[in-house]
T-cell receptor
Framework: ETGVTQTPRHLVMGMTNKKSLKCEQH?????MYWYKQSAKKPLELMFV???????ENNSVPSRFSPECPNSSHLFLHLHTLQPEDSALYLC?????????????FGEGSRLTVL | KQEVTQIPAALSVPEGENLVLNCSFT??????LQWFRQDPGKGLTSLLL?????REQTSGRLNASLDKSSGRSTLYIAASQPGDSATYLC?????????????FGDGTTLTVKP
């Protein structure tokens, strides 16, 4: 298994659908992150989790709902999305949250909202 | 607020050439700086991590340098190959916060022609 695994790799959904993105890390890390990467824009940090506790929410709309059931898994629940939410969603992990360390990313989930 | 600039935005070189990618940042109070590679539609792959106390790091044909006081880092790629074609991003991390707070540049898109 690679370090950080994201599923699905591609997702197409309508504005009224409910779907979820999944991230799993096999590195024994304690911190996990969700990022959004839109065309022509730098990476935007969305959520930070440390030991299953959400420690940061960067003004993300409530139609994005994260869940961290344990330190290895992170979900991003999606509902009532808008076409402008179409982007590459990246999950990352690091050993600890407070000690700034190396980030490891997954392959991303390409989301298209129709 | 940290601002990261990567120059050039795009670079096209023939195979075998040595090249330098530049990254500048406005706030020199960084804990470390990480260089990533991103292939189209894929996640980020960590290439090198330089701690603020270090001047450079090497991995194979890659060498990254850091001049924290002047707010600059360079990524040197020796003997470029077509497989090096990708977007390269730098991301400095601040002190005393989480790794997700790294600020990402827009990247340099490299094309190595056979």
């Amino acid at each position: 298994e690679t370090g950080v695994t994201q599923t699905p790799r591609h997702l197409v959904m309508g504005m009224t659908n409910k779907k979820s993105l999944k991230c799993e890390q096999h590195l024994g890390h304690n911190a996990m992150y969700w990022y959004k990467q839109s065309a022509k824009k730098p990476l935007e940090l969305m959520f930070v989790y440390s030991l299953e506790e959400r420690v940061e929410n960067n003004s993300v709309p409530s139609r994005f709902s994260p869940e961290c059931p344990n330190s290895s898994h992170l979900f991003l629940h999606l509902h009532t999305l808008q076409p402008e939410d179409s982007a590459l969603y990246l999950c990352a992990s690091s050993h600890e949250m407070r000690i700034t360390g190396e980030l490891f990313f997954g392959e991303g989930s390409r989301l298209t909202v129709l | 607020k940290q601002e990261v600039t990567q120059i050039p935005a795009a670079l096209s070189v023939p195979e075998g050439e040595n090249l330098v990618l530049n990254c500048s940042f406005t706030d020199s109070a960084i804990y470390n700086l990480q260089w990533f590679r991103q292939d189209p539609g894929k996640g980020l792959t960590s290439l090198l991590l330089i701690q603020s106390s270090q001047r450079e790091q090497t991995s194979g044909r890659l060498n990254a340098s850091l001049d924290k006081s002047s707010g600059r880092s360079t990524l040197y790629i020796a003997a470029s190959q077509p497989g090096d074609s990708a977007t390269y991003l730098c991301a400095p991390s601040p002190y005393n916060t989480n790794a997700g707070k790294s600020t990402f540049g827009d990247g340099t898109t490299l094309t190595v022609k056979p």
